[in-house]
């Protein structure tokens, strides 16, 4: 996102603020490589900026309090963060991954990112005296902001909106689209305190409301008790690419509720999660209804060749089997050992991907039952749902297709119908599914899929619960109970995990901006 032909200015120079021709500027927070920025605090810079200024971050812990004032925020709907940028069109950029810190501990705290029960702040008191949490870096209905190469941590979930490392807010819980444009890369987002699930972590990257066009790439996220990521409530519409993403150790690695339209998620890795990737309709929450992949405008993805512009492709998806992730409402209900879960979804394409060691399905295709209440006066049959007696709302999964996929070593629980992928549908009279040219040794359940079902879009005459695949479903995800034998992972203890070395920083962190006394030339002085 470069800022064009820029005038160059001198690498000796100790101002803080550059100017380009093009009229965006570098506005230095901290010291690097023994120059001082004018701003000590991310606030400051974000706060300063206008559409096409760069705010560029030295390393450092950086304790930030945007938050702290409650003066004219909404923490009940996600406006309030350590960051608040309300400016559109700025970029936000560490000078490296792993040592720009936006941290949510106590400031003086020791180390980074600690895990000290007596260093975490969770945020204001309520008016019912529980404490609201906190999020990290919060882009507040501003288009086209870019977030590149940092850390944020320990930003902890309470009564309000919060618990969320880095989000695009768009205006959550509003059903309208009040943000165009975003990206990020080289982020990492976790948490190392856990202390219940009402203020645990919640969401990592993260984005609502938002339309396109967007991209994430390398992107890293652990330690969460919905997702490490998260794409909604943005009305298929939504427009992003998400490349090089790794996300492991939360309930969910990826979760999107009510999210369509051009959504392609590719060469990335889902591991040790407890369901290492899960989109689905929701008629109460993330509005509005129903998760649906088909490409805008009734047009043709260049990927499929088909309507769908939903893709899952080149990703490995594996060890999804974890029970001691943080688990918490929606998400915890996950089944634990499945590597990928479209529940409820329409018009999603699942294709030339890898699914391995996931100990109870490597894929499946289910519905999403849903006895919430309706947000903003959605209606069940008008989002495409049924209702049904015990389960409420019920989304059957329609018109998706599970393509060229390699499955290995999946469905080692041994419970009746665990399986390299499964489906089931309540109900006849939809769009069926489509399976073809998968890799997949212990086959489906219900049987022979490839065979009944080899193209998508038939209208189907009845519901097919797969036989024993219901029933066991219901059981790992707790829904209903256990058939006499089943045997899937109990949570013993939470368990939260350090980050991986070695996450790679972005190569030339000057790249595209203004020069200014730590990048002349485009390149680091």
Not at 65 to 70: K, L, M, Q, R
Not at 210 to 223: I, L, R
Request: proline letters at 6%.
């Amino acid at each position: 996102m470069g800022t064009g032909m820029l005038a160059a200015c001198s690498s000796s120079s100790t101002s803080s603020t550059t100017t380009g021709s093009s009229g965006g500027r570098a506005l230095l927070v901290g010291t690097f490589r023994g120059h001082a920025g004018r701003y000590k605090t991310i606030q400051a810079a974000v706060d300063a900026a206008k559409p096409g200024d760069w705010v560029l971050v030295a390393p450092g812990d950086y304790h930030e309090t945007a938050d702290g004032s409650g003066a004219g925020l909404d923490p009940a709907d996600g406006y309030a963060g350590g960051v608040i940028i309300t400016t559109s069109g700025i970029h936000v950029r560490g000078m490296n991954r792993s040592t720009v810190i936006v941290d949510g501990t106590k400031a003086g705290s020791s180390g980074s990112c600690s895990a000290d029960p007596s260093q975490q702040t969770f945020g204001s008191t309520d008016s019912s005296g529980k404490t609201v949490g906190r999020n990290g870096i919060v882009v507040w209905k501003a288009d086209n902001v870019s977030i590149d190469n940092l850390t944020a941590c320990n930003f902890l979930g309470g009564s309000g909106d919060s618990g969320n490392e880095i989000w695009w807010n768009g205006g959550a819980s509003s059903g309208e689209i009040s943000m165009h444009g975003y990206s990020g890369s080289y982020l990492t987002a976790t948490s190392t305190y856990y202390g219940n699930e009402a203020t645990a972590a919640t969401y990592g990257i993260f984005a609502s409301n938002a339309a396109g066009p967007a991209e994430w790439n390398q992107t890293y996220a652990s330690n969460f008790n919905d997702s490490g990521m998260y794409v909604g409530a943005c009305k298929q519409v939504c427009g992003i690419t998400i490349n090089h993403a790794w996300m492991e150790y939360s309930a969910l690695g990826y979760s999107g509720t009510n999210s369509g339209g051009a959504i392609v998620v590719e060469n990335s890795q889902f591991d040790n999660n407890q369901d290492g990737f899960d989109t689905n309709t929701q008629i109460h929450g993330d509005p509005t209804a129903p998760q649906n992949g088909a490409c805008p405008n009734n047009g043709i993805s260049p990927i499929t060749h088909s309507h769908s512009c939903w893709v899952f492709l080149h990703n490995n998806v594996h060890d999804n089997n974890n029970p001691n992730a943080p688990r918490s409402g929606n998400a915890s209900l996950g089944p634990v050992g499945t590597g990928m879960t479209v529940s409820g979804g329409r018009n999603d394409t699942v294709m030339d991907n890898s699914f391995s060691d996931n100990g109870a399905w490597g894929f499946l295709m289910i519905p999403f039952p849903d006895s919430g209440t309706p947000d903003l006066g959605q209606s069940c049959s008008g989002t495409g749902g049924i209702q049904t007696p015990g389960l409420g709302c019920v989304y059957d999964p329609m018109n998706d297709a599970l393509l060229h996929n390699n499955f290995t070593h999946n469905g080692y629980f041994g419970n009746p119908s665990n399986s390299d992928y499964g489906q089931i549908t309540l109900n006849g009279g939809q769009p069926q599914n489509c399976f073809s040219g998968n890799t997949a040794p212990i086959g489906s359940a219900p049987p022979n899929l490839e065979q009944l079902q080899p193209t998508c879009g038939k209208i189907t005459n009845a519901a097919n619960t797969g036989g024993p695949l219901l029933n066991q479903v219901l059981c790992d995800t707790g829904f209903g109970a256990c058939p006499a034998g089943a045997a899937y992972p109990q949570p013993t203890g939470v368990v939260m995990h350090p980050l991986p070395s070695g996450l790679p920083t972005m190569p030339d962190p000057c790249s595209g901006v203004p020069d200014n006394a730590w990048c002349s030339g485009g390149k680091p002085v």
